[in-house]
């Protein structure tokens, strides 16, 4: 799970999932070629993070918050927490 979210583009994923909710995972990456965009979601799948299902054409997916919580207790609050700093120390620079 850590592997999955020591990657920036996966971690700036999970944070769009954790404000938005469910989404067309398209939604994720919109200018990624769909094939980087298939790695990033699988990777996130198969970590155990995200919940894919098919709807017709699309590919929903969306956080697995309680089951984290549940087996992780404070763990994605904590990395999300932690990454909403690094952006702010970004910006002040």
Do not use: W
Request: with cysteine; charged share 30%; proline share 4%.
């Amino acid at each position: 799970m850590l592997f999955a979210l020591s990657e920036p583009l996966r971690l700036n994923m999970v944070r769009m999932l954790a404000e938005q909710g469910e989404v067309d995972s398209i939604e994720l990456g919109p200018e990624l070629p769909r094939t980087t965009l298939t790695h990033h979601t699988s990777l996130l799948r198969e970590s155990g993070i995200v919940f894919v299902r098919a709807q017709g054409r699309k590919c929903m997916i969306r956080l697995r918050d309680d089951d984290l919580e549940e087996r992780f207790p404070g763990l994605l609050n904590t990395v999300l927490s932690g990454y909403e700093h690094a952006d702010e120390d970004e910006e002040d620079a």
